[in-house]
């Protein structure tokens, strides 16, 4: 029953056109890769920019006055020893005292006026320290004089500092989020085009599941033949969830393998960061980046939220690095939670009305009100309980939308069960 479901679909024009959909989206994303590549902040393969103004600025009396002379003179020593590592293309080299250029610059922002944050920093910045101090000694370091201000941005560099660690361990090239890659190209659809097609594909492919069964007749004949009710409700359920899946992730793996063979391929052994906690709590990290100037901020070609507090935006410390095989791997496993949510509701509908039409239209409110009316709850200081909302995986396992990525699966797996058993009470008893 399945198998001969997934092979009606395959043979539908419906599905090819799809596909094509899908490659233009995908290309459209290439093409926006290319557009901020256009507008990249700095000239040369990797952004050297922070390092070359430190060696300009030394012995000014801005540069000078804000911390003392060792510091002043170890951060200009490693600043070289990146810029040599980066014209030599020596990239263990530039990735080693890249971790120590971010780990200096982690202790020189810790405040002395916000202990609980500077405690928490120090801690994360000693983790890595005795790793990649090169002798140097961690309480030699000073911290900036403007002492008061010094919270802020103390976490992005140490997010940094684990970042080239990663890199160093694992014999990686750096790479942007503007840069033309599988990995940049794939991160890029899992979060901006994905979200898209789990809310609209349930919608058009399974609105019509069952009742257009019961209206040409054909579930009659395989009823009669011994296929129970509930078998058949489940077969079409489970035929629905992997043919969409299909369809938002085979061309995916195909475009993305091609973007590698004709730019560039990076290992998927390649970092990027997420939010362990939401695997472990219910209790979300709200979401504050809505009316901020730059909500997020990338490393490599990870996106990380911001957050507004006491006036300033900043990120807070919470995130770990994971390889993107990981990654990818949780994504696919919320997309199906997702699916199974959407295609659950979809057929529930299609069982109950025969009228296709009829059901498409009210599946197209309850898919539109529901996301749109779920919107404020995933900013702000809000405990996001809506599923339609969960619709993208990379928020959910970054824990940026006002939902930890537990409370998200046990949602979805509810309302799974609730809207299966639901529609499975219903067929079996209905006049067919």
């Known amino acids: 029953?399945?198998?001969?479901?997934?092979?009606?679909?395959?043979?539908?024009?419906?599905?090819?056109?799809?596909?094509?959909?899908?490659?233009?989206?995908?290309?459209?994303?290439?093409?926006?890769?290319?557009?901020?590549?256009?507008?990249?902040?700095?000239?040369?393969?990797?952004?050297?920019?922070?390092?070359?103004?430190?060696?300009?600025?030394?012995?000014?009396?801005?540069?000078?006055?804000?911390?003392?002379?060792?510091?002043?003179?170890?951060?200009?020593?490693?600043?070289?020893?990146?810029?040599?590592?980066?014209?030599?293309?020596?990239y263990e080299s530039y990735n080693k005292y890249k971790t120590l250029y971010n780990l200096i610059y982690a202790k020189m922002y810790m405040s002395s006026t916000d202990k609980i944050l500077s405690k928490a920093a120090e801690i994360e910045i000693k983790k890595l320290w005795h790793k990649a101090s090169d002798g140097i000694d961690f309480e030699d370091i000073d911290t900036f004089y403007f002492r008061h201000q010094a919270y802020l941005t103390e976490f992005f560099y140490i997010y940094k500092a684990k970042f080239y660690h990663y890199l160093y361990k694992h014999g990686l090239e750096e790479v942007y989020k503007d840069d033309i890659n599988n990995l940049s190209f794939l991160y890029r659809y899992l979060i901006d085009v994905l979200p898209m097609l789990l809310l609209i594909l349930p919608v058009l492919l399974t609105y019509n599941t069952i009742s257009r069964e019961v209206n040409n007749g054909s579930i009659k004949l395989l009823l009669t033949q011994g296929l129970s009710r509930w078998k058949y409700y489940i077969s079409k359920y489970i035929s629905g969830i992997l043919y969409i899946l299909f369809l938002v992730y085979i061309p995916l793996i195909f475009i993305s393998a091609m973007i590698g063979y004709k730019y560039s391929f990076v290992s998927l052994k390649y970092p990027v960061f997420y939010y362990p906690i939401g695997f472990k709590s219910l209790s979300p990290r709200y979401n504050f980046v809505e009316g901020l100037s730059e909500p997020y901020v990338y490393i490599g070609i990870s996106r990380l939220p911001k957050q507004h507090i006491r006036g300033f935006e900043t990120i807070l410390l919470g995130d770990e690095i994971i390889a993107f095989y990981k990654f990818l791997g949780l994504a696919i496993f919320f997309t199906i939670l997702f699916l199974m949510f959407a295609v659950a509701l979809v057929e529930l509908v299609s069982a109950l009305l025969d009228n296709e039409i009829l059901s498409f239209a009210l599946l197209a409110v309850i898919f539109a009100l529901g996301y749109k009316v779920s919107q404020p709850f995933i900013h702000g200081k809000h405990y996001n309980l809506s599923p339609f909302t969960m619709n993208n995986p990379v928020t959910i396992i970054n824990g940026s939308c006002n939902v930890t990525a537990l409370t998200s699966l046990l949602i979805l797996a509810f309302s799974t069960i609730a809207l299966l058993a639901t529609g499975i009470l219903y067929f079996n008893k209905r006049n067919i």
């Open 1 to 90: 029953m399945i198998l001969s479901d997934l092979k009606r679909h395959f043979k539908s024009p419906i599905t090819w056109l799809l596909i094509w959909l899908i490659l233009l989206l995908s290309y459209v994303q290439v093409d926006k890769i290319k557009a901020e590549r256009i507008n990249r902040q700095f000239s040369g393969k990797h952004n050297i920019e922070m390092e070359s103004l430190d060696i300009r600025m030394q012995g000014s009396k801005y540069w000078t006055n804000l911390v003392n002379e060792y510091t002043n003179k170890k951060r200009v020593e490693i600043a070289q020893k990146i810029i040599k590592a980066e014209a030599e293309e020596d």
